[in-house]
């Protein structure tokens, strides 16, 4: 495990929270032992916001937690010894303590009623704090629908101690995956307004992702989740943008690094411009 003073000085030079960086160096160590550890490689599909970060940008926002489709059906018996596997697997390679505290596990159903399996494996890192340890979060879901190929990524895990989590290969969402996924997210009347959603998708825009690309796959992403793509509204979507502009403040802000600050107008202007091909395409 590296050094808190190195783990400080990152921080300092990124102008993020320490606390934050602390879990960034954990969310590696955890990616990297979850599939070493368990061979989860055609059972997890890694997605989201952090697979953004540690698989293909890595200057890209930080995150919090970690997301996955599974292919085949996973419960909280099958999901334990596989959590505390990649614990033994980070322990014996000098990385972070995630036995810090007994982890919790929990079957629940998301907003669109799809059955997600949630844990939270607490840990220690290079960060020395009172208190109670931070947690990882997981987030696995099933009965989601994989329309374009995975591609194998390597682990991006920026810190001194890279070699010891070996040559750790994701199998993760495409980028027009996800920014199909995040078009739904945004247009499939999702309960709260999400402003990762809407830099998420600035930024895949702005990488080049190729809108035709994801055009054919959006009517059986919506489908997925019991929704009619036709109905996608970007009326409704404008009627939300006090919603997300406040979270953008709340829930965003603090988790872009120095050099990579985007502003909500950008991001916005280039979500409706996305949203409004998408409306058409799909019309």
Known sequence: MIREAELRRRAANQAI????????YALGWFLAALYAANHLKDRLRFKGGTCLRKAYFSQHRFSEDL???ATTSMNTKSLKPRVEHAAQWCEERGGPDFSAR??????????????TLQARIYFRGPLRF???PQAIRLDITGKERLILPVEKRSLIHPYSDAHALGQ???PCY??????????????????????????DIHILMKKGVNI????????EKFAARGLDVGQLSLTAICARRAEFERDWKRNLLYLLPRGQEVSFLDAWKTTLALLERAEVGTG
Request: charged letters at 30%; hydrophobic letters at 45%; proline letters at 6%.
């Open 17 to 24: 929270d320490p606390m934050i960086l602390n879990l960034d």
């Open 67 to 69: 997301d996955f489709t």
């Open 102 to 115: 007994t982890p919790r596990f929990e079957e629940i159903s998301d907003e669109y009623g799809v059955e």
């Open 130 to 132: 009172a208190g109670s």
């Open 168 to 170: 750790a290969i994701l």
């Open 174 to 199: 495409s980028l027009a995956e996800m920014l199909a996924e995040k078009i739904r997210a945004i247009g499939g009347q999702r309960r709260f307004a999400i402003s990762r959603d809407i830099y």
């Open 212 to 219: 035709t690309a994801i055009l054919p796959p959006l009517k």
